[in-house]
């Protein structure tokens, strides 16, 4: 139904639930000597209005830290929260913590569909990272809060430096605490977290040995072992 009178006239429509894509429409009129006007069905100045009554969602959400392995980062590591919607949206609202304690990220950047963030971790950081994000697109719809990544990527933060608890010497001597030619000296380690393996240097009388060690152990476990010989 149109209201107005004389040359101008308008008409509403309010959106309802299910309406989706362009707005088309038709306008017939006749003037009062019954002049038939020639069917309208575009804008004079290029408007248009487009009925979006779909939720935004995202089609990929992942984390990842720069570190060799992308699970893991330590102090100064840098962790992205990537973003990427099924429709252009505003730019999200993304709450970011470690371990539970909220952390400021850089703040979200990018458009249409695609948004990122990222946090560089500091002292003291340790735990899970997790976080929360919400959307709405440019209609104004309201997505569900997403709080897991869509690829079960995940990063744990660990900025605190392994120690070790037992560390012992000794050969396979009769008399452990010597050693001569052809003796085994082992290095016991106990870590206090799980360690890659560790690196040895053996020095006998202030000066490097000249043979490499061997090394076995896992975890927190690690031992080093170095055959003594002449050259010692």
């Known amino acids: 139904m149109c209201t107005g009178s004389g040359t101008t006239y308008s008409t509403t429509y309010t959106v309802q639930s299910g309406d989706n894509g362009v707005f088309g429409f038709t306008v017939d009129a006749s003037d009062i000597a019954g002049n038939n006007a020639v069917q309208v069905t575009s804008t004079t100045n290029s408007t248009s209005v487009t009925a979006d009554n779909v939720d935004p969602s995202f089609s990929a959400v992942t984390v990842a830290s720069n570190n060799n392995n992308t699970a893991l980062a330590k102090e100064s590591g840098v962790i992205t929260l990537s973003l990427t919607a099924n429709e252009d949206i505003q730019t999200p609202t993304v709450i970011l913590s ?23 971790v500091q002292s003291g950081d340790s ?8 959307a709405s697109d440019n209609a104004g719809n309201t997505g569900l809060q997403v709080a897991s990544t869509t690829n079960a990527s995940s990063v744990t933060v660990d900025t605190t430096l392994p120690t070790f608890s037992t560390v012992d010497i000794s050969s396979n001597n009769a008399t452990s605490t010597l050693a001569k030619h052809g003796d085994v000296v082992t290095l016991n380690l106990t870590a206090s977290e799980t360690v890659n393996q560790p690196y040895v240097v053996f020095k006998s009388g202030g000066a490097s040995t000249s043979n490499s060690p061997t090394y076995s152990g896992s975890g927190t476990q690690w031992a080093a072992a170095y055959t003594v010989n002449t050259l010692t």
């Open 98 to 120: 470690v371990g539970g304690s909220s952390k400021t990220h850089s703040g979200v950047s990018g458009s249409g569909s695609s948004y990122s963030t990222t946090y560089t």
């Open 127 to 134: 735990g899970v990272v997790s976080f929360t994000v919400d």
